[in-house]
Every structure is written in C-alpha cells, then in structure tokens.
C-alpha cells in the first residue's frame, strides 16, 4: 500500500475548521480546546489513545453531542459549536461512517443507499422503482462500488460492503469538494486483501476534491494512506504534522508521550515435561481433528484466515460449543466441557473478540461486571456485600490500569481500551491456569495495547499458566507469542519457526497456504 502525499497550500480554505472545542461529561473533560483543520482534497488522519477524545470529536462533528464551547467552520463561515446539531452538519455537508457501517445485509444495494436517503415516489407515495435503480446505477459508478442494484449487501465482499455505507453517505453531495467525510476505523474488521479496496477508492476521492478525516489504530495505514495527521492526548491537541518522513514509531511516541518499551521476549518454556494443554483429534463445527500442545508459561498464537475454525477452538475449549471426537487434557486430567461454568471451575479464562456484545454486561457497573465470575465470593447468607465487591473493583480499575470514571459507572462510558482491560481484570483476578484470548488488542491504541500485552505475560509467566491467542494482526501474535500455528480448515496445518516470526514471515505462511490449496 502506498499512496502519493500532495501538498497542501498553506493558503487554502479548508474543507473543515474547529477552535476551542471543549466537551465536559459529569465535570471530567473529554476535549479541551481542541483546534484542528481539514484541507480540501486530503486525507487526514485522526490518532490517538483509546479515551484521548476522538469519539466525543466525531460525536460533536455530527452534531449528535452538543459541545461546551468552540465553533465549527464550514462552507457557511463560523457557527457556535455548543448550537451545532444535526441537521445543521448535516447541511454543512458532514458524513460519519463508523467501524459497524450500520448496512442492512438481508436488503439489497439499492434499498441501503434508500435508508440513507429516500425512495422517490410517485402518486400515491408510490415507489418509483425505475428512477430509483437508475440513481443506484449512477451513484455504484461514481464510486467505482463493484456491485448492482438488486445485489443482497450480505454476500458482497467485505470491503464492497463498507464502499456501499460511503457511497451511502456521499450520494446527496454534488461533488467531491461538498463537506467532510468522516471514517472511524473503517478498516479495522476487513482482512488484509480487502484493505486495499478501501484504499484505492479514498485515493479516487481525494484526486475528486473530497476531504477525508480518517480515524485508525493501524499506523501503517495512517502512513500509506494520509496526507497529514494530528494526534489527541487526553483530549487536547499534541500535534499536526505531514505523514510523510514520519514513522510508525514516531506516531505511536507521539501518541503515547513516551518513547516505546523494548519487548523482550523471555526464554521460551522447556518442551520436556507433560504439556499444560493436550488437544488430541479435536472436531467441533468447523474444527476438523486438530491436535495442539502448549506447555506451562507458553503463549501459543494461531494464525488464520477467516473459517479456519480459529474462533470454534477457542470456544470449544471453554465449553460454549461441544466437540463431537476427540480429547482435551489440562494438566494431565481430561476434561468434559459441557458449559463453560465447568471451564471457570477447571480455571479456564475466556475472553471472546466481542467484549461489549460478549463479555461485558452494558447494564451493570463496573464493579459487577468484575465479580460475575466469583460472585459468591462477595455474597453472606444470599446477602451481596456491594461495599467489599466496590473496594475490590477499585483496587482492580487501579492495578489494571483502567481510565474510568468510577467502578459504579457502566461499559458504555468506556473506551475500547480501557473496556478490554476491564474483561482481563475480571479473569486475571482469579489467577487462571489457561487463557484464551480472541483478538485481545482489537480496535484499541498502541498504549492500551502495550498494557494488555503486559498483563497476559505476566498472568501466563507468574502463575506457571498458559494462553493461547487468536489474532487478525499478524505484528500482535510476532511481538507476544513463544510460537505460532497455522491453521486450515479446521486443522493446524503448520508451526512458524522462529525464525520466521514476524509479521511478514507470519503473513507468507498463512496466505501461502490458502495459495497452495486454491
């Protein structure tokens, strides 16, 4: 991926001007002050730590959250930011597609570009479905979007399917120089292949005039793709700077405010000895006679592609599916997972790739959410003792270097980060023997990753544990793990040497070996 940086003329109007933006919720701020400016036929990328403030900006931006102070300038000149709504960014011709595009994959191209618009009609309000598939042909071509009007949007590509939410979003703009497109990690849940499609069509945008505000974790990308970046700390503005000259380092430092820790790997755990984790002719849904062995103090990475049966493994090893042959040992004793209560008995921790849908109770506080799986630990007589569970969780938000606003308050207020590290909290409080970890860095900062990094090693090296992790991003599964397998349709086709664990040598193996199968 790469992309050609065109200059920006320092005397240009730009396509999007904030000062002094300030939010505040219950007297902690989220955004201080921040200023920031958008050229016209540019991208320009938004970085920052989870809870830096990028969500509460894209919130104010829209119009969905009214700010405390500042003002917005588009097209229409200087407006108060704190009577910002809506419509009115609307109007101005701004445009937010997030990380879950919101599209309708039951429904057709055409009736998705209507749910961000609207059917013509005729007498009667009936549906001029002629006009309609006429305006859906124009609107696919003029994005280069690979698909027809009657096409279902649940079986187009991944890729094609976040191009039909921008082409949603940009329909009603006559030009590419009308308003501000916003993207909040649009390519954060796309495999590598599909990230290219993305790529090329802002690429076709910008040459049209359009203005990007592209928000990612992926510094690699933010390199590739951007033309300028300006990073968040703790809601205020650090710096604006050109992309180009600037490297993957320089960005995270200037993120974080500190130069990055050396990982160093410690010396891998003796292969001599009974295995911690025996999995012996494993088959469950998709996992097809698999057989992995990890041994005490060990992180096991499983690279993949998607349907490789990855997910299934680890599910199957917490009891949430059944396998249908095979065995599974831990510590030399066999075990029958028929729920994953008896995987929490065994001190088998999971956490699952949808920690908000899957892991975190929305309703409960923080406090509950990290006692659920003890909580009769804290119950007397079927009397909850709420005061020695919040004690605890204080202690915990502390120790694990959580950013919340108390251990009373909900997930909801937090960021993906800070989330994640709430879900490890409530497993690693019970010293677990294995730990299964999907995705466990996904959609958060260089800093929170660096956090969740920390505390799996020291949970696997300090207990004599062991993890196994599933990881999209190849980089994660090079800089954590003591080793890597492959997997295949539902089988471990191959371990990475060590040598060969990095991120490209990771990356060769795994999609060398969808080559050698096709």
């Not at 809870?51 to 000149?77: E, F, M, V």
């Not at 494993?282 to 690279?303: H, Q």
């Not at 569970?389 to 980060?417: C, I, Y």
């Not at 191959?494 to 490209?504: K, V």
Request: with cysteine; proline share 5%; glycine share 8%.
């Amino acid at each position: 991926m790469s992309a050609t940086h065109p200059a920006i003329a320092a005397d240009a109007q730009p396509a999007l001007q904030v000062e002094g933006l300030s939010k505040s919720y219950q007297g902690n701020p989220a955004l201080s002050g921040f200023d920031l400016a958008v050229g016209r036929a540019s991208i320009h990328a938004l970085l920052g730590e989870n809870g830096s403030g990028k969500s509460t900006l894209i919130k104010l931006l829209s119009g969905t959250t009214p700010a405390d102070s500042g003002r917005i300038a588009l097209a229409d000149g200087w407006q108060s930011a704190s009577k910002w709504n809506p419509r009115k960014a609307r109007d101005a011709g701004i445009r937010v597609v997030h990380q879950d595009p919101g599209i309708f994959a039951d429904m057709t191209v055409a009736d998705n570009l209507a749910a961000g618009h609207r059917y013509p009609t005729g007498p009667g309000w009936s549906v001029k479905d002629r006009a309609w598939r006429a305006h859906t042909e124009k609107v696919l071509a003029r994005f280069s979007v690979q698909a027809t009007p009657e096409a279902i949007v649940g079986r187009l590509r991944p890729s094609t399917q976040t191009l039909v939410a921008i082409a949603r979003a940009l329909q009603d703009l006559e030009s590419g120089t009308s308003g501000v497109l916003i993207l909040d990690e649009p390519t954060a849940s796309l495999p590598a292949g599909e990230v290219d499609v993305i790529f090329d069509s802002l690429l076709r945008l910008r040459e049209q005039g359009q203005a990007v505000l592209f928000v990612s974790h992926r510094l690699g990308e933010v390199r590739a793709l951007c033309d300028e970046v300006t990073v968040l700390r703790d809601g205020r503005h650090v710096q604006t700077c050109p992309t180009e000259g600037r490297s993957e380092v320089d960005l995270a430092e200037m993120m974080i405010g500190h130069p990055l820790a050396t990982v160093v790997h410690a010396a891998p755990p003796s292969s001599s000895g009974t295995p911690l984790l025996e999995v012996s002719g494993l088959s469950s849904g998709p996992v097809n006679g698999l057989d992995l062995r990890v041994r005490e103090s060990e992180i096991v990475g499983v690279a993949g592609l998607l349907a490789s049966g990855r997910t299934s493994l680890l599910r199957t090893l917490f009891g949430d599916m059944q396998p249908s042959a095979g065995s599974i040992r831990l510590r030399g004793t066999e075990l029958r997972l028929r729920h994953p209560s008896d995987a929490v008995a065994a001190k088998i921790a999971y956490v699952p790739e949808e920690r908000r849908r899957d892991a975190l109770f929305g309703d409960l506080t923080l406090a509950s959410n990290m006692s659920a799986p003890m909580v009769r630990h804290y119950s007397r007589n079927g009397v909850l003792r709420t005061r020695a569970e919040n004690v605890d969780a204080r202690d915990l938000l502390s120790r694990f270097r959580v950013k919340a606003a108390g251990e009373l308050v909900t997930p909801s207020t937090l960021s993906g980060g800070n989330a994640q590290k709430t879900v490890l909290a409530r497993w690693l409080r019970s010293d677990p023997t294995l730990l299964l970890l999907d995705n466990p860095s996904q959609g958060v900062d260089i800093g929170a990753r660096e956090d969740i990094h920390e505390l799996i090693r020291a949970a696997v090296r300090t207990a004599s544990a062991a993890a196994v992790v599933v990881s999209d991003d190849f980089e994660e599964l090079a800089v954590l793990c003591d080793r890597v397998v492959v997997m295949h349709n539902g089988t471990i086709t191959q371990e990475i040497d060590t040598s060969a664990m990095t991120t490209e040598g990771i990356t060769r193996a795994v999609y060398g070996q969808r080559k050698a199968t096709a």
